[in-house]
């Protein structure tokens, strides 16, 4: 992927400016961002350029790819597919490994505009504790501002989600908010149960989390195409992540639990489903602090976040919402 030339670069940063709006303006964990929107973990985040376009674009932050303690080349292909409402995947985590992402930090900062002071957010999955520990530590004494701990990553064969094993999320957090004191937050898997919600939300509440990602694709779901009468991707027999419009209402939900469930201290980060300002909007009512996007910005590029910053920004303004929290976690009920 070849580097922005400075007119992309300069149009990019006048886009982000554009998005530097007090309606749609937010924090997580005390981190401000310009916008209420950002790209998630996993499309368009691996590689240094990628991580630069984004820096260039009116995404609120960058964010990583999830990495591990190794360099990974991820599942076999195909491995992706998009469908009409969003996708289905099962990447396997590729990535450059944690120490690629360490040493290009300080570069991706060096390349942040001034008038930006764009806030980094690193994700890490690794596939035990020791390994989360030794990633956790060095992005603690790096220029990261936020860490997002990966509990939810379904497409590792052999490899359960931490985030649905309580016990050992518990174990998990005792350790790794220790090391440090830069915002530590989770990306937890969809859960389905109110006993779930509560118990998670429990476990949280023992620790200085600072944020939470909700939710994850949900995983080991099946697409056939009928013509083939096959399974449309290849890695786990077919069985990968479902993304996209599919999961806003799962999405949705397990913002609305924990966020009546968490104090406000924490923040609840929203995603799954969102392509437009309506659909960042009503994560919003729900109670999220700030809204990524994946599956949108995997089809729609670095454009996406600008796009749904205006549109989020004309409906507070119509609204007459002077403020993210002026509208934050206002749900009505029937």
Known sequence: MSNPTHN????SIEAVNRCVNKRISTRIAQVPLASFIFNASGPRCTEEDELNLLGASASAAIMTKSCTLEPRQGNAEPRYQALPLGSIQSMGLPNLGYQAYLEMLPRLKQAISPQTNKPIVVSVSGFSLADNLTMVKAFQASCADLIEVNFSCPNIEGKPQVGYDFEQTERALEQLC???SKPIGLKLP???????FITMANIIKKFPVRFITCINSVGNTLVIDP??????????????????????PIGLANVRAFSQLLPSSIDIIG???IKT??????YLLAGASAVQVATCFEKEGIECFDRIAKELDSIMAAKQYSS???????????
């Open 8 to 11: 992309d670069n300069t149009s």
């Open 277 to 282: 300002g309506t659909d960042a909007f009503e």
């Open 227 to 248: 013509e083939t009468e096959s399974a449309i991707i290849k890695p786990k027999g077919g069985f990968g992540g479902l993304c996209g419009d599919y999961i806003k």
């Open 271 to 273: 995603v799954g489903g």
């Open 190 to 196: 969809p859960y389905f149960d109110f006993s779930h």
């Open 324 to 334: 993210i929290a002026a509208a934050k976690g206002k749900l009505k009920m029937i």
């Open 178 to 180: 220790q090391l440090g």
